[in-house]
């Protein structure tokens, strides 16, 4: 059950994808695809002033996308789990991958286990840009809060953020910080 929460949670593009669609490489999970979509779509309201019904279908796409990964990181952290950049791999793994048995991640990288905690601080500005995204694309910010038709001004900005902050999850999940060996 575990290995398949794993797997869940760790899914990117099969090689075989990204050979065959190369821009691929630039979003290497669904959920970054669904997001690089949903920035260039959120322009479209942001300059006819309305949101159309396609546009809240992708946006409740991006919802599942990011909750499936959400889930059941929560489900492996309970369970005890850490992101990959936070933990040393067991030597045996570090043998094979790496050559050499030392303080590393199973991707060859020294260890840094503050990353954990980036990783949690990432996926909750994700939830929340999403929030905040549903909000301005179904009028709820607009009016007295924001002004008529503001908030879709600020739709592509609010998008890009969470487009960089699901880059930043899948970022610190691999690759070491400032406080290696910490």
Same mark, same amino acid.
């Not at 924001?146 to 902050?165: D, Y």
């Given at each position: 059950? +575990?290995?398949?929460? =794993?797997?869940?949670?760790?899914?990117?593009?099969? *090689?075989?994808?990204?050979? @065959?669609?190369?821009?691929?490489?630039?979003t290497p999970?669904?959920?970054?695809?669904?997001?690089?979509?949903?920035?260039?779509?959120?322009?479209?309201?942001?300059? =006819?002033?309305?949101?159309?019904?396609?546009?809240?279908?992708?946006?409740? !796409?991006?919802?599942? /996308?990011? /909750?499936?990964?959400?889930?059941?990181? +929560?489900?492996? @952290?309970?369970?005890?789990? =850490?992101?990959?950049?936070?933990?040393?791999?067991? @030597?045996?793994?570090?043998?094979?991958? %790496?050559?050499?048995?030392?303080?590393?991640? $199973?991707? %060859? !990288?020294?260890?840094?286990?503050?990353? *954990?905690?980036?990783?949690?601080?990432?996926?909750?500005?994700?939830?929340?840009? !999403?929030?905040?995204?549903?909000?301005?694309?179904?009028?709820?910010?607009?009016?007295?809060?924001?002004g008529v038709? +503001?908030? /879709?001004?600020? !739709?592509?900005?609010?998008?890009?953020?969470?487009?960089? %902050?699901?880059?930043? +999850?899948? $970022?610190v999940a691999?690759?070491?910080?400032?406080?290696?060996?910490?």
């Amino acid at each position: 059950m +575990i290995d398949a929460l =794993k797997m869940l949670h760790n899914f990117v593009w099969p *090689d075989s994808w990204v050979a @065959a669609f190369p821009l691929l490489m630039l979003t290497p999970t669904p959920l970054a695809l669904a997001t690089a979509v949903l920035f260039v779509w959120s322009l479209a309201p942001a300059f =006819k002033g309305q949101v159309g019904a396609g546009f809240l279908g992708w946006l409740r !796409l991006t919802w599942v /996308l990011t /909750l499936l990964p959400a889930v059941t990181g +929560i489900v492996l @952290a309970v369970s005890g789990g =850490k992101v990959a950049s936070a933990v040393p791999a067991p @030597a045996a793994v570090q043998q094979e991958l %790496c050559g050499q048995v030392a303080n590393l991640s $199973r991707y %060859c !990288l020294p260890v840094d286990p503050p990353r *954990d905690l980036e990783h949690w601080m990432y996926t909750g500005f994700t939830v929340l840009s !999403l929030l905040a995204a549903e909000a301005l694309a179904r009028d709820r910010w607009n009016g007295e809060f924001l002004g008529v038709n +503001i908030g /879709l001004k600020l !739709l592509p900005v609010l998008t890009l953020f969470l487009a960089g %902050c699901v880059y930043m +999850i899948g $970022r610190v999940a691999v690759f070491p910080g400032n406080s290696v060996g910490a």
